[in-house]
């Protein structure tokens, strides 16, 4: 069984930092795709940033040279988000399609303060 679960949301002030980390268990990130989405209050989930299984991220635009997706051999994914703005204030959640059928961590807050 698929379990995705999220850490490292919290309170920051514009400007600084957080990183999150999704842990997975029951699928191994080398062989399928993951991505982190987020929600803000009152808007649509939106895709942050993807890596594909053959080693290639993607990232939105609003996001692009200030977030960073990574991940290691535990198969754990973190997203490094630096240079955070009020506009970044969302719930995380990362997302795995294994079989075709979709997998969501439980989400993290990230709120940044102006």
């Known amino acids: 069984q698929v379990r995705l679960v999220e850490s490292g949301g919290g309170l920051v002030q514009a400007g600084g930092s957080l990183r999150l980390s999704c842990a997975a268990s029951g699928v191994s990130f080398s062989l399928y795709s993951m991505s982190w989405y987020r929600q803000a209050p009152g808007k649509q989930r939106e895709l942050v940033a993807t890596?594909?299984?053959?080693?290639?991220t993607l990232y939105v635009d609003s996001v692009k040279g200030r977030f960073t997706l990574s991940r290691d051999a535990k198969n754990t994914v973190y997203l490094q988000m630096s240079s955070l703005k009020p506009e970044d204030t969302a719930v995380y959640y990362c997302y795995v399609k294994v079989w075709g059928n979709d997998h969501w961590g439980q989400g993290t807050q990230v709120t940044v303060t102006s």
């Open positions: 890596h594909s299984s053959g080693g290639s």
